[in-house]
């Protein structure tokens, strides 16, 4: 039963896997593999035509949904900041693992290498977030923009009526539409990336993945291991590590097995309420935090960079970095919530560093996206849960933990 379940939920990984070392194999002893490339074409091709329209629509979708409470202002802002520093805090860490080790082995030449290009501040603001014109928005390389414009649009329906406009209800049967649509050019995707990517640049890139892979594995788990008890003990004190390290393991076993946070929620929800989170606080940070906490995709976007800097010949320095930190904070938080959020993150990063080679940098993202999901997704939705502990710090006092470790001593105090 367990063992169809893991065939269940993971069957796109496995065929991923397979297609790849397959492609590996055929491209070693088949000189002329490079005559697959159209099967993998066609698969690019048709992403590109349907994942932009779905980031239009899923995000407007989710704007005219937004409805605001003043009783949770407080735990809101104070999740939202702390998601967003654990996840800088997740970004930096990871690019200095990258810059320590070496993810591409040097001298790879399998990719041509790609132009440095400079840009001006002013120039990367202003395409960071608009276009000059509305047709430019319609396009992969104007990922960004089209996120700002579809969030615009989507506090718009929601001042015009919300979800009782005539427009909202569009939205939403376009939208399932779309992600039905984005369903049937998945199956296709084992055979894409087999064909596109894999047969034509040959073992030589698998060996670069595997190298990543491992990187990327170890330092997930450190992370979750090592800064989830200081997070736990800077927001729950004295005892907390402890308390956290109880009730970690269900939801990081959930979630690496699932490779969904939301799929956690329940398991999250569970172990709070076991730990003695107060539900003003766990019943927000732990839906919110299952669509915008992302620490391991933060994680994984560096990780993504830096390979395609690899990959392409080029210096991963402080600039980029600290761009490519920005954007990985960026995506995590403000673009995993909503369906296939993270090809969007990988497209945000393709669009901005690799305009010009979006066709060989986008597969290649998407490709070790997917295979440093499993991990990802549990570091995410752990650190959800630690997210908790510090919340309540601002939200339930410092002593909040104690209070619920040592009921009778508060007690006893107070009688006195």
Not at 361 to 386: E, H, K, Q, R, S
């Amino acid at each position: 039963m367990q063992s169809g379940n893991f065939f269940k939920n993971n069957w796109f990984l496995l065929t991923m896997v397979l297609g790849m070392v397959a492609g590996a194999v055929v491209g070693a002893v088949w000189p002329g593999a490079t005559c697959l490339e159209p099967l993998g074409t066609i698969f690019i091709n048709m992403m590109f035509c349907v994942v932009v329209p779905m980031v239009f629509f899923s995000i407007s979708r989710a704007g005219d949904n937004m409805v605001s409470d003043r009783k949770a202002g407080q735990v809101m802002i104070t999740t939202i900041i702390t998601f967003l520093c654990t996840a800088a805090i997740a970004a930096i860490i990871m690019y200095i693992i990258v810059r320590i080790v070496h993810i591409v082995p040097a001298g790879f030449e399998a990719v041509e290498t790609a132009e440095e290009t400079e840009i001006s501040v002013s120039s990367l603001i202003i395409n960071f977030f608009t276009k000059p014109d509305f047709i430019e928005l319609f396009s992969r390389r104007a990922i960004l923009p089209l996120i700002v414009a579809a969030i615009l649009f989507g506090f718009g329906v929601q001042m015009a009526g919300g979800q009782e406009t005539m427009t909202a209800k569009l939205l939403n049967d376009i939208n399932t539409c779309l992600m039905k649509t984005m369903r049937i050019i998945t199956y296709y995707a084992p055979i894409g990336f087999f064909a596109y990517l894999v047969a034509t640049y040959g073992p030589a890139l698998i060996g670069a993945y595997g190298k990543t892979l491992i990187v990327y594995y170890i330092v997930a788990f450190a992370y979750m291991f090592i800064f989830a008890p200081i997070y736990a003990k800077f927001g729950g004190g004295q005892g907390a590590a402890k308390e956290m390290f109880r009730h970690l393991f269900p939801p990081a076993a959930v979630s690496f097995g699932t490779c969904s946070s939301v799929a956690t929620i329940p398991t999250n929800m569970e172990v709070c309420e076991d730990t003695g989170i107060s539900k003003d606080v766990s019943e927000i940070v732990i839906p919110l935090g299952a669509t915008i906490h992302m620490d391991g995709s933060a994680m994984s976007a560096i990780v993504k960079v830096a390979f395609l800097f690899g990959i392409f010949g080029l210096d991963f320095g402080t600039g980029q970095a600290i761009l490519a930190i920005i954007i990985a904070v960026f995506s995590s938080v403000a673009m995993s919530g909503i369906p296939g959020g993270g090809g969007t993150g990988e497209m945000v990063l393709c669009s901005i560093f690799f305009p010009e080679q979006m066709a060989i940098a986008l597969p290649i993202a998407w490709a070790l996206g997917d295979l440093v999901d499993p991990p990802a997704t549990m570091v995410n939705a752990a650190m959800d849960y630690v997210s908790t502990y510090i919340v309540s710090r601002y939200v339930d006092g410092k002593d909040w933990l104690q209070k619920r470790l040592h009921p009778a001593e508060e007690v006893s105090v107070s009688e006195e």
